[in-house]
């Protein structure tokens, strides 16, 4: 069972059932990561994992970027890597990032860290094992 009291039997069924607890759109289109893996859902729980472990660190070189060519270059990568899973808001993010004045910057790079930190805990609920 899940924090909803119902036992989802797809990932997409999950993602609805989080969404629905949570009243707000899943931060991670799972339909679309389904699409990108094939429908494998090792490939799904692998690339999920890789998005989660290589966001956090890109989010924090993000922050600490010396000059605004190198922080446009890692939110490109993330951008990439973002909408390649399906984590539409920090590719949006990330997007405007890339071409951000250094006034825009900071809370542009702030929401960009919480979107990432979403898309975390949502992974970490989604990977959980079942109790």
Do not use: C
């Not at 991670?28 to 389904?34: F, G, P, T």
């Not at 070189?61 to 000059?67: K, N, P, R, W, Y």
């Not at 890597?81 to 990330?94: C, F, M, Q």
């Amino acid at each position: 069972m899940n924090m909803v009291g119902i036992e989802p039997t797809s990932a997409v069924e999950a993602a609805a059932l989080i969404a629905t607890a949570r009243r707000e759109p899943a931060p991670v289109d799972l339909v679309h990561l389904a699409r990108q893996t094939f429908g494998s859902a090792d490939l799904e729980r692998e690339v999920l994992r890789l998005f989660v472990q290589q966001g956090a660190g890109l989010v924090r070189v993000i922050a600490t970027a010396g000059d605004a060519t190198a922080r446009a270059e890692y939110a490109h990568r993330l951008k990439g890597s973002a909408r390649a899973v399906g984590a539409t808001k920090v590719g949006r993010l990330a997007e405007a990032l890339e071409t951000a004045s250094e006034r825009e910057a900071a809370g542009l790079a702030a929401d960009l860290a919480r979107a990432v930190e979403d898309v975390e805990r949502f992974v970490a609920e989604l990977l959980a094992p079942a109790a």
